[in-house]
């Protein structure tokens, strides 16, 4: 289930840009075919968040980054390594607003 929920996580959340991957089928390293399936973006979002957080949201809300948060992110990512900081997905969330 965890190389399965890695796969989902790297993917983009727009729907029209996820794919099912083969890697969530089968075992990257020994190729053997996994014996469940894998997690919906649902279930992910559950696992991180628990439900209840889940659960407040539906089309049509806004998610977005407080300042308290953002400030704390952007001190996470001043002390990464630089070559590290493009690979966070932190930046998107600072000063962040969304709609869903």
């Keep these: 289930l965890i190389p399965q929920r890695m796969v989902l996580v790297s993917q983009p959340t ?4 996820q794919r099912d991957d083969v890697r969530h089928h089968k075992c990257n ?12 973006r649902l279930e992910l979002m559950q696992s991180f968040t628990g439900p209840e957080i889940a659960a407040l949201l539906e089309e ?4 977005a980054s407080g300042h308290p948060f953002s400030e704390e992110l952007q001190k996470q990512i001043e002390s990464m390594p630089e070559h590290m900081r493009d690979l966070s997905s932190y930046a998107h969330w600072i000063e962040g607003v969304y709609l869903i």
């Design 29 to 40: 390293v020994c190729t053997t075919a996994f014996t469940c399936a894998p997690p919906t």
């Design 60 to 63: 049509g809300c806004v998610i």
């Design 14 to 17: 727009h729907p029209a840009m």
